[in-house]
């Protein structure tokens, strides 16, 4: 392995920032573009949507694992990593602005396809860069000091794109509409993309060195029991902010009965929050074991929901979002550092190194949250006759409420169980394990 000058941490880190802005809003409005956002008559229903999510679940099953399985076999004098960010991030910004820019007669069938289409084309294309950036992380900083540098400010730059991508969006929709929007913000984030890949040192890979193989990979990451624990928590959290974010605009319509404009007020009360919590969270990370830090983090944050099922005015509900989102801090500030000490105990034991492997494929497991949303939908649309903003129901307070409150806390629940089952030996030292991986490569060129 030819190891290259250090990468500055700002130049990662500010990747976050171009990779979150377009998955965020296309996340986070999806469900309020196409269920409510157009002209009355040319909306697609819940269960329609639900469905398009569903399918897309099943196709990130098979899309994650293939792109981790070829990044880490990939051989080329830029890296392994770094051809893939650069091919594949105009292709996601392009079906990004699609999926935003649905023809205004498209209604019924032909808007249902669009959507897939579209849907589909920009999930998997997410799932590539995110693949091939976050197996970067624990190859450009190796010890635990760097890590928590790094991704502390890599989550800043998350939440700071969330601040943009989610909580100005309904400001910037209403005066540019959802399609410019994502122009913009597809600019703005391909460039970031484009300026944190060519700052990567990443280092290269002889021809010679051992390349994964495909059963293999997937045998052994399917019976490690650290990536199931790990993975279904993230599943589950996952879920509930996905649910939290794309439930404001229905809480805000139709509990608080506001306009689209609140929502920014309660979206940016979670984003502003997560942001400062990440900073405290950070400094008790470096004083407590992350293990530690992550579990209470998980916890607190299932119980900051229970006021939020309380609250109907404005204030109340900014000021327990608030609350929520310190507390969702602490679960972003460690998150990646658990993913990465997976990574690393595998690579020890095997001598390959497979991270994009394990962190697309447990990016899949953050993707479930696509089935959650999907069965949520559903639901409200069956239990509450929810069906679109054109067909409300008859109790659409209640079905808002499910989605912001309800389902995320059950979600956070079983997320705080499966925590439980994730723990490190302790005495294993970073430093230690880079070096018997470096030895075993170095073994392999000699052979």
Not at 47 to 69: K, R
Not at 229 to 243: I, K, Q
Request: proline share 4%; hydrophobic share 50%.
């Amino acid at each position: 392995m030819i190891q290259k000058k250090a990468t500055s941490a700002f130049r990662y880190a500010i990747g976050m920032f171009g990779t979150s802005i377009p998955i965020n809003m296309f996340k986070t409005y999806a469900s309020a573009y196409y269920v409510f956002g157009r002209n009355p008559g040319h909306n697609l229903e819940t269960d329609q949507l639900a469905l398009i999510v569903f399918i897309y679940t099943f196709v990130d099953a098979i899309d994650n694992p293939v792109y981790g399985f070829l990044s880490d076999r990939t051989r080329t004098k830029w890296g392994r990593r770094r051809p893939w960010l650069v091919a594949g991030t105009p292709l996601l910004i392009l079906s990004f602005v699609l999926f935003f820019s649905a023809p205004e007669t498209f209604q019924g069938g032909s808007l249902f396809v669009f959507a897939l289409l579209t849907y589909v084309m920009t999930g998997t294309l997410d799932s590539l860069i995110n693949a091939n950036y976050g197996a970067l992380f624990p190859e450009l900083f190796v010890s635990d000091a760097e890590r928590a540098k790094a991704n502390g400010m890599r989550q800043v730059f998350q939440l700071v794109a969330m601040v943009i991508s989610v909580a100005l969006t309904p400001l910037v929709t209403e005066q540019l509409g959802y399609s410019l929007t994502a122009v913009i913000y597809g600019v703005l984030a391909g460039a970031v993309i484009l300026y944190c890949t060519f700052g990567c040192k990443e280092s290269s890979i002889e021809e010679v060195a051992e390349k994964p193989q495909l059963l293999k990979t997937v045998r052994d990451i399917l019976t490690n029991p650290k990536f199931w624990a790990f993975g279904l928590t993230n599943a589950f959290y996952g879920g509930a902010m996905a649910m939290v974010l794309s439930g404001i605009p229905f809480f805000v319509k139709y509990v608080l009965d506001l306009d689209g404009k609140n929502n920014t007020v309660l979206m940016g009360a979670v984003l502003l929050a997560g942001m400062i919590g990440i900073i405290g969270w950070v400094q008790i990370v470096r004083r407590v074991d992350s293990v530690k830090v992550w579990k209470t983090a998980l916890l607190l944050f299932a119980l900051a929901f229970i006021p939020l099922f309380f609250t109907s005015g404005l204030v109340p509900t900014a000021a327990a979002c608030m609350v929520a989102g310190l507390c969702g801090g602490g679960i972003i500030a460690t998150m990646d550092l658990m993913g990465a000490r997976i990574m690393d105990a595998d690579t020890e034991k095997t001598g390959v190194r497979r991270e994009a492997s394990y962190s697309s494929t447990i990016g899949f497991m953050g993707r479930l949250n696509g089935l959650f949303s999907s069965a949520a939908l559903l639901f409200v649309n069956r239990v509450y006759g929810f069906e679109s903003g054109d067909v409300p129901g008859e109790r659409p307070a209640d079905a808002a409420r499910f989605l912001f409150v309800i389902a995320p806390f059950v979600l956070m629940l079983l997320g705080v169980v499966c925590s439980r089952f994730l723990n490190f030996d302790h005495k294993e030292k970073k430093e230690t394990k880079q070096k018997t991986i470096d030895e075993k490569v170095e073994a392999s060129w000699r052979e």
